[in-house]
């Protein structure tokens, strides 16, 4: 029973700690090996991850309260993430071809904004497959950030 309660004290306390431990130094080394624009990237990175985040929670609860039925709902997530896969397909050439940085800055600058206002806008099921449409395309820049990453 004693090997029971040690275990369960590992798990819940010990392991914890370890983990997060392990994590920091990870982190750490990360942070140190960055160098040139990865630094400023990963600071900026809070500004559109936070609000990309409640988007996807509330989002479909915006659609809802605007008409749109399940259906509708379902067919408009699935097109953001077909978007997803095809922009992370193609952002691959893109970031070769037109390079790394110029394409971040392009994609941000112009997809995210783009996307926020259609939304605000949207009052139909085509305004909201064009937002999610836009979204979905932000994973355009996936490749060209991990290789500045």
Not at 10 to 16: D, E, F, H
Not at 27 to 44: D, T
Not at 86 to 104: H, K, M, S
Request: net charge positive; charged share 10%; proline share 3%.
């Amino acid at each position: 029973m004693s090997e029971f309660f040690s275990l369960l004290e590992w798990m819940a306390w010990r392991l914890p700690r370890e983990l997060m431990a392990h994590q920091s130094i990870q982190f750490r080394k990360m942070w140190g090996a960055l160098r040139g624009n990865a630094k400023p990237l990963m600071l900026c990175n809070i500004f559109w991850t936070i609000p990309s985040s409640f988007m996807g929670i509330y989002l479909s609860l915006y659609m809802a309260d605007q008409g749109l039925t399940k259906i509708e709902i379902g067919t408009v997530m699935s097109a953001q993430l077909v978007a997803q896969m095809t922009g992370a397909l193609v952002g691959g050439y893109l970031a070769e071809r037109f390079g790394r940085l110029r394409i971040v800055n392009l994609i941000d600058t112009c997809c995210w904004p783009l996307a926020y206002l259609v939304f605000s806008s949207a009052s139909g099921y085509l305004s909201f497959m064009a937002g999610s449409i836009l979204v979905g395309m932000v994973m355009t820049l996936s490749p060209a950030w991990i290789s500045l990453y």
